[in-house]
Every structure is written in structure tokens, then in C-alpha cells.
Nanobody, 117 residues
Framework: QVQLVESGGGLVQAGGSLRLSCAAS????????MGWYRQAPGKQRELVAA???????NYADSVKGRFTISRDNAKNTVYLQMNSLKPEDTAVYYC???????????WGKGTLVTVSS
């Protein structure tokens, strides 16, 4: 069964922190190559952080130095630590495997992050 379950979102003041979690099930997902996406109201979904299949990490310029992606292979879970949050980080956050995204249109429900100014 293919499933992505994101959690950990909420309302936080600017400058605050949140830690998101993503539990992935299904052999099509590679925990070692998962990423975090976000979609703000009226905007397209964007990739903000991801592990590469080469073993490194990539971050969007807008979150570099503030967000950190990590994983627990034993739990098949990926995390996104978000620090120094800004109002422009407000969005629904999703996890997925960037390769799977190109093959099928499957997404979890996401978790809403709202940053107040």
C-alpha cells in the first residue's frame, strides 16, 4: 500500500520553529531520496528540501540556512526542521520522492504551516 502521511504543522509566530514529520509506506518511495514540497495559496507547489540519490541534500534558496531535512531509515520517516520561520513560509507542506512525482500523481494530505507576523 502506497501512503504518505505528513504531520507537525501548526500556527507559529515569525521567528519560531516547527518540526514536520513524514511517514512513508510503499516500496516505490526511497527514503534516501525523499523531499519536502510546499504549496502556498495561489502558487505552484515547489520543492524546498530533498535528499539526492548521490547522498547529499539540496535546499531552495528561500529556505537555505533555516530548514534542515533529515531521516530515520528504521522508521521510514523523513523530517523537516524549520527555524527562523517567516510569514512567506506559510503553506501546505508535503513530502514525496521527486522521482515518483514524475511517474504518478500521488500526494499525501499535507500539513498546514501558518506563520503569523
Amino acid at each position: 500500500q502506497v501512503q504518505l502521511v505528513e504531520s507537525g504543522g501548526g500556527l507559529v509566530q515569525a521567528g519560531g520553529s516547527l518540526r514536520l514529520s513524514c511517514a512513508a509506506s510503499g516500496s516505490i518511495f526511497s527514503i534516501n531520496a525523499m523531499g519536502w514540497y510546499r504549496q502556498a495559496p495561489g502558487k505552484q507547489r515547489e520543492l524546498v528540501a530533498a535528499f539526492t540519490r548521490g547522498g547529499s541534500t539540496n535546499y531552495a534558496d528561500s529556505v537555505k540556512g533555516r530548514f534542515t531535512i533529515s531521516r530515520d531509515n528504521a522508521k521510514n520517516t523523513v523530517y523537516l526542521q524549520m527555524n527562523s520561520l517567516k510569514p512567506e513560509d506559510t503553506a501546505v507542506y508535503y513530502c514525496n520522492d521527486p522521482v515518483v512525482v514524475t511517474l504518478m500523481d500521488y500526494w499525501g494530505k499535507g500539513t498546514l504551516v501558518t506563520v503569523s507576523s
